[in-house]
């Protein structure tokens, strides 16, 4: 079955633009969730969809914002990048993701992106 | 603080040698999932353990959960160079999916 897509793969963009991140998640997966990496930080939860809900949020500004689509598919926003929003964006699909910890997540490859 | 600890936080080692990585918590977790993440991808799944005091396997790996369910470990015997990669662990903490900072290791051929 095919897996996590994450688009695009690479972006540069330039302080004070704003971009959106793209997650497919596994067909039957209800549940997408969002990370950053970091070198300083390691994988810090953005937040987590299921169903088209947000089901829960992390610790980041509210420039950081998601939508999932009824297909499951998700979107990330970041507006008014910084220098320090330069990251590893990962899409995580579950089938119920926090609400059945038993079962694992499915990370896409990620999107890189540098702030300039 | 991290709420999941992960030791050592770097691991070189020459291929053949045995290693085992620890994640302390002083929390308590219904499962703890490992992961093995390769430079430029995705963290992929490896195993998910519930019961404390479960012991899986996975060909060389050796993954532990501990009695009390606070603590996980994995032993790898006779290391490759394959290997070589960033282990994580994680698990569920007030909804959310957390994980420690992981263990760097790097096996030399």
């Known amino acids: 079955k095919a897996g996590v897509t994450q688009t695009p793969r690479y972006l540069i963009k330039t302080r004070g633009q704003q971009v959106t991140l793209s997650c497919s998640p596994i067909?039957?997966?209800?549940?997408v969730s969002w990370y950053q990496q970091t070198p300083g930080q390691g994988l810090q939860f953005l937040f987590e969809y299921f169903s088209e809900t947000q089901r829960n949020k992390g610790n980041f500004p509210g420039r950081f914002s998601g939508r999932q689509f009824s297909n499951s598919r998700s979107e990330m926003n970041v507006s008014t990048l910084e220098l320090g929003d330069s990251a590893l964006y990962l899409c995580?699909?579950?089938?119920?993701?926090?609400?059945?910890?038993?079962?694992?997540?499915?990370f896409g490859s990620g999107t890189r992106l540098t702030v300039v | 603080t991290q709420l999941l600890e992960q030791s050592p936080q770097f691991l070189s080692i020459q291929e053949g040698e045995n290693l085992t990585v620890y994640c302390n918590s002083s929390s308590v977790f219904s499962s703890l999932q490992w992961y093995r993440q390769e430079p430029g991808e995705g963290p992929v799944l490896l195993v998910t353990?519930?019961?404390?005091?479960e012991v899986k396997k996975l060909k060389r790996l050796t993954f532990q959960f501990g009695d009390a369910r606070k603590d996980s470990s994995l032993h790898i015997t006779a290391a490759q160079p394959g290997d070589t990669g960033l282990y994580l662990c994680?698990?569920?903490?007030?909804?959310?999916?957390?994980f420690g900072a992981g263990t760097i290791l790097r096996v030399k051929s």
């Open positions: 995580a699909s579950s089938l119920a993701g926090t609400g059945g910890s038993s079962y694992g997540y499915t």
């Open positions: 994680a698990g569920v903490y007030g909804n959310k999916l957390v």
């Open positions: 353990v519930v019961t404390g005091g």
């Open positions: 067909s039957g997966h209800r549940s």
